[in-house]
């Protein structure tokens, strides 16, 4: 019988590297890599103590506090050592010095524009290094990408490949395929969750579980920044269309590589699990992880490769429990990881 493998992979990992946007919404300091998921839910959700979000203290601070001038910006480097939420403040009313009166709304309006601003410099960024690396971009990626497909496989296993991008990027151009094992290729169904830097439409944003309510907030979510994309076809990737079956056949194996498995995509994770039927179903899970770069130590070191294995186990767990929150019956979710090690549905593999 034909197998199907869906592998969910980001193709290229990038820095976000000392990019203007991030000053919308956190102090730039000398570092090279900035969580801006994070950071946007910072500003634009209530934290747990069910305090305001900061985003919607700033009218305020503008509105009461910040007398009009034309030299904001000179008054942001001479306070450097302000809170965040002023700083932001007077950043905002210098782009609409006229403005006598300021709603949250406005504040949320302006953050938009700052992350548009942000993401469309992000794209410029990553078109400049593949047009500077293109060549050694794609002959990685592919080598990569078949690697990744092989490993697990029994042999003879004939598989059908679909990509669910959450990156910007892909290496694959029309009609190409990728090569594996006994001179078998495959033909990858690729979709760019998130846009492209092709034509500009890379998106940042936080989930949208629990943060769709409020007005302000909700614009800054995946789940409603995905609707001015072009609505990609996920379904093809979770159900697999196969030449010769009947059915919309459930993938044997889901891949991951180079996810940070992070609360901003949980939304992605809970819809693909259930997609599958997580519990019952037969779908392995493969979680595929590589010693990172040390940043405290030489350049170009990377972590021992335990404390990588343990930092993957670590994402595995908290994601699958998070998910396992979600279910209807709470001992299926206590149980879960636990039936999918027993099951042979769950490993962490280096690669």
């Given at each position: 019988m034909d197998e199907v493998t869906t592998i969910s992979i980001p193709l290229l990992t990038t820095g976000l590297v000392k990019l203007y946007g991030t000053l919308s919404f956190k102090q730039i300091h000398k570092k090279t890599w900035y969580n801006i998921e994070a950071e946007i839910k910072k500003w634009m959700?209530?934290?747990?103590?069910?305090t305001p979000a900061p985003y919607s203290k700033v009218a305020d601070k503008i509105n009461t506090e910040i007398i009009p001038t034309d030299n904001y910006l000179p008054i942001i480097v001479r306070s450097s050592s302000s809170l965040p939420i002023t700083q932001v403040a007077y950043f905002l009313r210098s782009l609409l010095g006229d403005q006598r009166s300021w709603t949250p709304k406005d504040v949320s309006s302006l953050l938009m524009q700052e992350l548009h601003r942000f993401e469309s410099a992000f794209c410029q960024y990553l078109n400049y290094e593949m047009k500077n690396h293109e060549n050694y971009y794609k002959k990685s990626a592919k080598e990569l990408l078949s690697r990744i497909i092989q490993l697990g496989l029994p042999n003879n296993y004939k598989t059908e490949v679909s990509i669910l991008d959450f990156n910007f990027t892909d290496p694959l151009d029309e009609n190409d395929k990728i090569s594996i094992s006994n001179n078998i290729e495959v033909d990858p169904v690729v979709v760019n969750i998130h846009g492209s830097y092709k034509n500009s439409t890379a998106i940042f944003g936080i989930d949208g579980t629990d943060n769709m309510?409020?007005?302000?907030?909700?614009?800054?979510?995946?789940?409603?920044?995905l609707l001015s994309l072009s609505n990609p076809n996920i379904r093809s990737v979770?159900?697999?269309?196969?030449?010769?079956?009947?059915?919309?056949?459930?993938?044997?194996?889901?891949?991951?590589?180079g996810h940070s498995l992070s609360e901003a995509d949980c939304s992605y994770f809970q819809s693909i699990f259930d997609g599958i039927n997580l519990y019952e179903g037969n779908t392995r899970l493969i979680f595929f992880y590589r010693p990172r770069r040390d940043n405290t130590a030489v350049e170009g070191a990377r972590i021992p490769d335990n404390?990588?294995?343990?930092?993957?186990?670590?994402?595995?767990?908290?994601?699958?429990?998070?998910?396992?929150?979600?279910?209807?019956?709470?001992?299926?979710?206590k149980n879960l990881i636990h039936k999918l090690?027993?099951?042979?549905r769950l490993n962490v593999l280096p690669i």
């Open positions: 959700t209530v934290s747990e103590k069910s309510e409020e007005e302000n907030s909700r614009h800054f979510t995946k789940t409603y920044r979770i159900h697999a269309h196969h030449e010769n079956r009947n059915d919309n056949s459930l993938p044997d194996m889901i891949k991951f590589y404390d990588a294995a343990n930092e993957m186990k670590d994402k595995v767990t908290k994601l699958l429990l998070t998910y396992g929150n979600t279910l209807t019956n709470k001992d299926h979710g090690i027993l099951e042979g």
